[in-house]
């Protein structure tokens, strides 16, 4: 026999939304106990898992949908990438301001993660031959290196060039000279652009051969245009 839901819900205590209970039935001219497992199947909702800005952190359970039955207390964690911090949860959570917390499963809910700045990088790109002098933290650094700086934090980069090499620019809007001030309020690159200096041959000869010396000796001798140096002859 079939007992609708409308007959079911006068009994006391009334039947559960999901799982198995045992049902007795009263009639007018007495109490009939018809006793069977009535199995009732639970709702079930979905989680739905996001993060703000993308490539700010994590969660667990990780980005993505996920079904729970109704009532499920569900555990959930976010953890920032290097540059970011936690700052709240979007959505209906237990504790909207903390990093661990939970969720539950009354209804299909979206949570978001949202996470702030905290850092912004500098890297750094080099064309040609030299380095670059980064305070802070006073240090000379190569092609492909990356810094992080705290947000609105005032870098200053010097290009040094290598031997044979003159420093040609940056390639930074508005950028003069070889020194480069900045302030980190969010990710940049810059770029160093050195270039080969042509050097010039200076022959030094003595006529006649073995009327005295110079200095430097005779011979061919290579140097950068606009430098300078002293010749002397004895």
């Known amino acids: 026999t079939v007992i609708s839901d409308v007959i079911m819900t006068v009994f006391s205590p009334s039947y559960p939304t999901w799982g198995a209970v045992d049902v007795a039935v009263a009639t007018e001219g007495g109490t009939v106990t018809a006793v069977g497992a009535f199995t009732y199947e639970s709702p079930t909702y979905v989680l739905s898992m996001a993060v703000t800005p993308e490539g700010a952190g994590t969660t667990d359970p990780a980005v993505g949908d996920y079904v729970y039955n109704a009532g499920t207390a569900v555990s959930i964690t976010a953890t920032a990438n290097v540059g970011y911090a936690f700052d709240h949860w979007n959505g209906d959570v237990a504790d909207p301001n903390a990093a661990g917390t939970t969720v539950t ?3 299909d809910k979206i949570i978001t993660a949202v996470f702030i700045r905290v850092q912004a ?3 750094l790109d080099i064309e040609g031959s030299g380095v670059v002098h ?9 092609e492909g290196t990356t810094l992080n700086y705290d947000l609105g934090q005032e870098v200053t980069l010097t ?9 040609a620019g940056w390639r930074v809007a508005g950028s003069k000279g070889c020194t480069l001030t900045l302030t980190m309020d969010t990710d940049k690159t810059v770029t160093a652009v050195f270039e080969a200096q042509t050097q010039r041959t200076v022959t030094l ?6 009327g005295g010396v110079t200095l430097p000796a005779v011979g061919d001798h290579a140097y950068v245009p606009v430098s300078y140096t002293h ?3 004895h």
């Open 205 to 210: 000869a003595v006529d006649p051969t073995g």
């Open 105 to 107: 499963m009354d209804t």
């Open 159 to 167: 290009a040094m060039p290598s031997a044979g090499a003159r420093f």
């Open 121 to 123: 990088s500098l890297r």
């Open 231 to 233: 010749l002397r002859a």
């Open 134 to 142: 980064v305070s802070p933290p006073s240090e000379d650094y190569g």
